[in-house]
């Protein structure tokens, strides 16, 4: 069983910065893909950006220059460093572990971007 916890959502000015974090508790295998999607109102859930356990990242497009992921895999946590936010930021985001054949999910934060 593993659980994620994420934090780090809330309201913010256009331009602004939020920091989330995110951090897995369980059986954690030590190769492993941890990442951010994210979903507004009335559109897909969409990878944001995503690390592997050897710290190879990879990012959306909408967001590359102004996010960046990392981990610490001493405490089995991902943060996501939001910079520059705009408007189009605005969604729930959740943290998700990819290891083996298994794929885990987080509760979700909300990340709202006033402009």
């Known amino acids: 069983q593993v659980q994620l916890v994420e934090s780090g959502g809330g309201l913010v000015q256009a331009g602004g910065s939020l920091r989330l974090s995110c951090t897995a508790s369980?059986?954690?295998?030590?190769?492993?893909?941890m990442a951010w999607y994210r979903q507004a109102p009335g559109k897909q859930r969409e990878l944001v950006a995503s690390i592997s356990n050897s710290d190879r990242t990879n990012y959306a497009e909408s967001v590359k220059g102004r996010f960046t992921i990392s981990r610490d895999n001493a405490k089995n946590t991902v943060f996501l460093q939001m910079n520059s936010l705009k408007a189009e930021d605005t969604a729930v985001y959740y943290c998700?572990?990819?290891?083996?054949?298994?794929?885990?999910w987080g509760q979700g934060t909300q990340v709202t971007v006033s402009s």
């Open positions: 369980g059986v954690i295998f030590r190769i492993n893909v």
């Open positions: 998700n572990l990819q290891q083996m054949s298994w794929n885990y």
